[in-house]
């Protein structure tokens, strides 16, 4: 499975940005639709956090403490891609983000649930 991550950028406290990550190379009888997605970041210097995750059918999303009410995250099936919305962006914001595609455990909330991660794209907020 490979999953490429594109959107970041340089961005104003404030502004909003929008992530996507597109996936490919699913063995024959598996597909994207199969899996839970998510997002995390990686600030320098920091571990790896959860941002955000939404399970197969879209019908449950996870957030973190400091995305929710400020970031959304969605998927399109039929694309193959996850998206995450992030508005009004903050400097604490600035990481790199990643997606990644679950494993099949049955929480979203932390790196080892997961088993493919995309290259990693960078947000970078200026105050």
């Known amino acids: 499975v490979q999953l490429q991550a594109s959107g970041g950028g340089l961005v104003q406290a404030g502004g909003s940005l929008r992530l996507s990550c597109t996936a490919s190379g699913f063995a024959s009888g598996y597909s994207f639709s199969s899996y839970g997605m998510g997002w995390f970041r990686q600030a320098p210097g920091q571990e790896r956090e959860f941002v955000a995750a939404?399970?197969?059918?879209?019908?449950?999303?996870s957030y973190s403490d400091s995305a929710r009410g400020r970031f959304s995250i969605s998927r399109d099936n039929v694309k193959n891609t996850v998206y995450l919305q992030m508005n009004s962006l903050k400097p604490e914001d600035t990481a790199v983000y990643y997606c990644?595609?679950?494993?099949?455990?049955?929480?979203?909330?932390?790196?080892?649930?997961?088993?493919?991660w995309g290259q990693g794209t960078l947000v970078t907020v200026s105050s």
């Open positions: 990644a595609k679950s494993g099949g455990r049955s929480s979203l909330y932390t790196v080892a649930s997961y088993d493919y």
């Open positions: 939404v399970i197969w059918a879209g019908t449950r999303k």
